[in-house]
Antibody, heavy 121, light 108 residues
Framework: QVHLQESGPGLVKPSETLSLRCTVSGGSISTHPWSWIRQSAGKGLEWIGRVSTSGRTSYNPSLMSRVMLSIDPSKSQFSLTMTSLTAADTAVYFC???????????????WGRGTPVIVSA | SYVLTQPPSVSVAPATTATITCGGNHIGSKSVHWYQQKPGQAPVLVIY???DRPSGIPARFSGSNSGNTATLTISWVEAGDEADYYC???????????FGGGTKLTVL
């Protein structure tokens, strides 16, 4: 069973940079692409971006100027870096595995438990 | 990018059928996936590719997709089904996931 675990600071100051890491166990990080998804309190799910060991990445257009995803197969980890944080970035951040059977019909089949991030001075 | 529209809430009595809709332009031409999220927990995939169930998901959960509406149907609803449900498609124009706003299912 694939297991994902997010890690990172729970509190970040406005205008600073957020760095989160997701560690994958129970399966290879090279067989699937991976995503970050966030959820503000009482709100819905927002896809942030996608990364894979093939080098293919994509980002939510509303966030792409501030977001970068990277992946380290040697550590079975992938990471999210988000710059210029504001209070609007306060949310629970989930990492997830992307399941694929057909191209451009992807879904999220395994999720981490999520890590809360608060942006506050 | 692509927009998915869900009703904010649906309420049903136990042992009846819950129907949750997800609207989108020509959504029938896409594959729709559904997630269940209980308070304080991560979402769980309950339906993928319109009507496939991951292992461990009861057959009470089913889906359909045609025209401009996809539907998640939960038969013989139980108290434990009370949760938020989200539909999702992959938008090829951004090469990314798009979620509906979510529907809160209340079991009366």
């Amino acid at each position: 069973q694939v297991h994902l675990q997010e890690s990172g600071p729970g509190l970040v100051k406005p205008s600073e940079t957020l760095s989160l890491r997701c560690t994958v166990s129970g399966g290879s990080i090279s067989t699937h692409p991976w995503s970050w998804i966030r959820q503000s309190a009482g709100k819905g799910l927002e896809w942030i971006g996608r990364v894979s060991t093939s080098g293919r990445t994509s980002y939510n257009p509303s966030l792409m100027s501030r977001v970068m995803l990277s992946i380290d197969p040697s550590k079975s980890q992938f990471s999210l870096t988000m710059t210029s944080l504001t209070a609007a970035d306060t949310a629970v951040y989930f990492c997830a595995r992307i399941g694929i059977r057909d191209a451009y019909k992807e879904f999220f089949d395994f999720w981490g438990r999520g890590t809360p991030v608060i942006v506050s001075a | 990018s692509y927009v998915l529209t869900q009703p904010p809430s649906v309420s049903v009595a136990p042992a009846t059928t819950a129907t949750i809709t997800c609207g989108g332009n020509h959504i029938g031409s896409k594959s729709v996936h559904w997630y269940q999220q209980k308070p304080g927990q991560a979402p769980v995939l309950v339906i993928y590719y319109d009507n496939d169930r991951p292992s461990g998901i009861p057959a009470r959960f089913s889906g359909s997709n045609s025209g401009n509406t996809a539907t998640l149907t939960i038969s013989w609803v139980e108290a434990g089904d009370e949760a938020d449900y989200y539909c999702q498609v992959w938008d090829s124009s951004i090469d990314g996931g798009v979620f509906g706003g979510g529907t809160k299912l209340t079991v009366l």
